[in-house]
């Protein structure tokens, strides 16, 4: 398998083109009066690329949908806008040569535009996130809701999380063949002790099996926040050529190759902020795949509907000295968040220089981390952002306080209470909280892991026999 110059693949009948992207998390802040269209307005941008650069299929790396279960306005926004872009009269070119039974689980086992009663343009496939996965009666997501309706081609469920078997969706235009492997998100450990016990196994064609170019797409942690959350890339077959990873929201759209393994990786990330974090602030890119047999390059697309975000972080000590006065400490940061909201609206006008004169910067993202250290005093970060309600776009949360060494605990009583430092409030979870808890108060009857994971789905995805189950 050869990485090839962005120059040396042109469009023929030979090549499969493939819009990719990841984390779209529509339905996100939607009822904030600000930023509630921001996942909708980029999702379109996003279609009307695949339009634009008439590619043959869209493909989706998980959590199009922010929640669970997406409100009746989400799924009316984003079926509105399926229907608006994805059905017309052109034809796909490609040919779907595997069984759909194996590949769609859907009542109607069938890719949407080979269905007589649909008029398909473009076709999306999607496999399923952690934050849109399958769950409660019926084991449904809001995927198969759009599967049901043809809007989408929702393939990557397993039925078994401890022996997964994934079938993949061959495809062929002119000479390429393209075998599209897909797994939604499975919890990490438990998807972890699978991988780790060879019981994750990727089926592959009978008939010409090195011609195919293999395609794998996944939704779970690529970077290890303990030894057993992650999925390490050495865990995927080294017939893989190529792997399109979700779940990770910063954007490194570039190739990067696993030289154990000799196969690539892109992580496209989301194409909305969830968060306020580094990784979040990176330009957002999606790519436009092309595929001839075994060549294969990507060309990425900058989005320009996203919403300027800049963070900066700022040392107390050593930018004011001993200075400790609140009011010379408000001012001091003041002053450095107008800064950077005037860098945020020059670096969008610079960017967007066709869309500058016809409308004004959307409000930007601020975030400035404020180290602490040293005794310095904090302030209530809800009141200093009044005075930016009508120019920053997060006027409630721009300022997060935190201090660079851990807080030793505390011997005496009365002390041994941290939760009134900002960054401990603004950082726990609840499964944080159930752990500590039932470090304390071990259980004799239920799995304390098992019934974090109940609470936390009980609470986020809104599962009200989670922990009941």
Excluded at 61 to 89: E, V, W
Excluded at 445 to 456: M, R, T, Y
Aim: proline fraction near 4%; aromatic fraction near 8%; charged fraction near 30%.
């Amino acid at each position: 398998m050869d990485e090839i110059a962005s120059n040396e693949i042109v469009t023929d009948d030979d090549v499969i083109s493939i819009l990719i992207a990841t984390d779209n998390h529509l339905g996100y802040m939607e009822r904030d009066p600000l930023r509630s269209n921001d996942s909708f307005q980029t999702f379109e941008e996003i279609l009307l690329y695949a339009k634009k650069y008439n590619v043959d299929m869209m493909l989706l790396g998980g959590d199009l949908f922010h929640d669970n279960k997406p409100s009746r306005k989400t799924l009316y926004n984003t079926i509105a806008l399926l229907r608006q872009h994805c059905m017309g009269d052109k034809p796909c070119q490609l040919e779907f040569l595997s069984d759909q039974k194996r590949n769609f689980t859907s009542f109607f086992p069938i890719v949407n535009y080979e269905d007589p009663n649909l008029n398909i343009s473009l076709p999306i496939f999607s496999i399923h996130g952690n934050h849109d996965d399958p769950s409660g009666d019926g084991n449904l997501c809001a995927l198969d809701v759009l599967s049901a309706s043809g809007l989408i081609n929702y393939f990557g469920k397993s039925n078994q999380v401890d022996n997964i078997e994934i079938s993949p969706i061959l495809l062929k235009k002119g000479k390429t063949r393209l075998a599209l492997y897909g797994l939604g998100n499975i919890r990490d450990e438990r998807l972890y002790r699978t991988f780790l016990r060879k019981n994750v196994k990727m089926l592959r064609p009978k008939q010409n099996m090195d011609e195919w170019f293999n395609l794998f797409v996944l939704h779970q942690n690529r970077v290890s926040h303990n030894p057993k959350n992650y999925i390490p890339e050495t865990f995927v077959n080294d017939f893989i050529d190529l792997i399109l990873w979700g779940h990770e929201h910063e954007c490194l759209i570039d190739l990067s190759k696993n030289e154990v393994k000799n196969f690539y990786i892109t992580q496209p990330g989301s194409s909305v902020a969830t968060s306020l974090c580094e990784g979040e602030s990176k330009t957002k890119h999606i790519g436009i795949l092309r595929i001839k047999q075994k060549q294969f390059e990507i060309e990425k697309i900058k989005l320009k509907s996203v919403r300027p975000f800049l963070m900066a972080d700022i040392c107390l000590q050593e930018n004011l000295s001993n200075e400790r006065d609140p009011t010379v400490i408000t001012n001091y940061l003041i002053q450095k968040v107008e800064e950077l909201e005037k860098k945020a609206i020059d670096d969008w006008k610079e960017n967007n220089p066709d869309l500058s004169s016809k409308m004004n910067c959307p409000r930007p993202l601020i975030r400035l981390r404020v180290e602490y250290s040293g005794g310095y005093p904090t302030f209530n970060p809800h009141k200093f952002g009044q005075r930016f309600v009508n120019r920053i776009a997060n006027p409630n949360d721009i300022l997060h306080f935190y201090r660079k060494k851990a807080v030793a605990k505390l011997n005496s009583s009365t002390e041994n209470d941290v939760s009134f430092l900002p960054e401990k409030l603004e950082n726990t979870k609840i499964e944080t909280l159930i752990d500590e808890f039932l470090q304390i108060k071990n259980l004799e009857i239920l799995n304390e892991k098992e019934l974090g994971s109940a609470v936390k789905t009980y609470i986020e995805k809104d599962e009200k026999d989670a922990i009941k189950e």
